[in-house]
């Protein structure tokens, strides 16, 4: 099974039998475009980037499969969560904001706040990293009509019912 993180430092790690490529140049994946690529920013710091690999790696072990986003790598995991890494300062942020203020005690159950899923927030080697319930995506299709979508369908405007 090829599992994939993103695509374009130059360090290999061989995880059980798994090749790990940090920040492949282009050469490397039109050579290899089944491998296995993290893209770490970078910009920064030395012993930021050593520790996000190293977490990197002991979550790839243990994946279901991984998907990149703009800001972080999320890990799904066996069970029923995810884990959400940086791999930048913009991800440092979002996981330290997103990590803070998803589980609010004001916002548990209110109609009143957007619902996230459930999270815990961890810092491990000083780098936030969040574990989140795993939910189902909904399509249109699910959610509409738009009675169905509870409190915040009041407030719309008018012109858009």
Known sequence: MTRRLATPLNTTWLIAMLEVTLNPSEIEVAVNPDGLYIWISPYMDAELREILKKLHVRYLKRALTVFSGRNRNVFIMPGNYVVELPTCLDGVADNDWEGSVSNSIESLDNPLYVQYPKT??????????????????????????????????????????
Do not use: H
């Open 120 to 161: 815990k927030l961890a810092y491990q080697d000083g780098v936030p990293v969040v574990f989140m319930e795993r939910i189902t995506p909904l399509n249109s299709g699910t959610i509409w009509p738009r009675a169905r979508l509870g409190y915040e369908c009041r407030l719309w405007p008018g012109w858009s019912k």
